[in-house]
């Protein structure tokens, strides 16, 4: 039999790669994928540190370590399989792959809450892996293989703006510039918002804002920040606030102080600890709050889909985000860095080779 290699998170902190059956095509809808980049994105981090409402979503020892960021080249397929063929470089919605597609969720193109969504097989920080034909996205010319891997928490961000409505003209606040703040900066501004003003706490976020489509960036910290980032909409308030910082931060009450009346607050962030909502300041405000850490089709465009147009047509330059690539061979350190945004660190691709 032949294998490959794994990564398993045995515990907090501690991970290592194991040998695991290399998947085969045993099936006439198969595909298998040679894996080029695995992304380490926030929720891995959660699981890496062991705390809070994260570790109702995992047990130790965690196989795969969580990875869901997926990109790579084709291997191999199954008989029915049209889409794609051996040698092409793709994009893995993981959810869409394992959808059933024809459930009343998958049908409005919400494949994360499919009803009958497959179990997931070896999915991960994998050299290979296995999924259905859906939820692969050809990565055009321009965009290298293993960068791709970041279109999962990109479409995220995304799919969030998108849901929320914008129609040209909007003012819209970021608060936290990691990459799902900076996607979702971009995605605003491409979609017609006339001010986009992100909250930055790290000199290499502060610079890659305005790439991203920030017209202001404020420095998080700042003591005054709700009344600066209120002055920076002439007082009347955010139409379209995203928040993306979750772990410990305030934000979600900031988000809700600086929302203006009747408007939407679309939350990204996940949280260490549970979390208090203001339910009077929001209901008077007639504020909605969206979560909506998911991807899908929206309309007749994947979220999958029109991320990779506008990274290959320069719209989104979301190749920047990665500044650090890592082999599986150094998987550990890779979370270390991932996890200590003062290293100038944005995004970290692991890389099996």
Not at 92 to 114: M, V
Not at 298 to 326: F, N, R
């Amino acid at each position: 039999m032949a294998t490959m290699r794994g990564a398993v998170l045995v515990e907090p902190y501690s991970i290592r790669l194991e040998e695991f059956p290399k998947p085969e095509i045993d099936d006439d809808g198969a595909v298998v994928i040679r894996t080029e980049g695995v992304g380490i994105c926030g929720s891995n981090l959660h699981w890496w540190t062991g705390g809070g409402p994260a570790t109702r979503l995992m047990t130790f020892p965690m196989i795969g370590a969580g990875g869901h960021e997926f990109a790579g080249v084709v291997e191999a397929v199954g008989a029915r399989v049209t889409r794609v063929k051996p040698g092409d470089r793709v994009t893995i919605d993981q959810f869409e792959s394992r959808s059933c597609g024809a459930c009343s969720q998958c049908t409005t193109g919400l494949f994360t809450q499919c009803e009958s969504i497959a179990a997931p097989g070896l999915e991960g920080f994998f050299d290979y892996l296995k999924f259905t034909e859906r939820g692969l996205y050809r990565i055009p010319d321009g965009i290298e293989t293993h960068v791709a891997a970041l279109v999962q928490p990109y479409a995220c961000s995304v799919s969030a703006v998108r849901r929320a409505g914008l129609v040209g003209g909007e003012k819209v606040v970021v608060l936290g510039a990691g990459v799902l703040g900076l996607c979702a900066a971009a995605a605003a501004k491409a979609l017609g918002a006339e001010r986009v003003i992100v909250t930055a706490k790290y000199e290499a976020q502060k610079k890659l804002a305005k790439r991203f489509g920030a017209d202001v960036v404020v420095e998080s910290d700042a003591a005054d920040l709700v009344d600066r980032l209120l002055a920076e909409t002439a007082g009347r308030g955010a139409d379209l606030v995203v928040e993306t910082v979750g772990s410990h931060a305030p934000t979600l009450r900031q988000a809700l102080e600086i929302v203006r009346p009747a408007s939407k607050v679309v939350v990204l962030g996940l949280w260490d600890d549970l979390v208090p909502i203001d339910s009077w300041q929001a209901i008077l405000k007639d504020a909605t709050v969206l979560f909506c850490l998911n991807h899908g089709v929206i309309g007749h465009k994947a979220d999958y889909e029109l991320c990779l147009d506008w990274m290959a047509s320069g719209k989104v330059p979301a190749q920047e985000l990665v500044t650090h690539v890592l082999p599986f061979a150094e998987l550990e350190e890779a979370f270390r860095l991932a996890a200590d945004k003062r290293s100038g660190c944005v995004k970290v691709i692991a890389r099996p080779h």
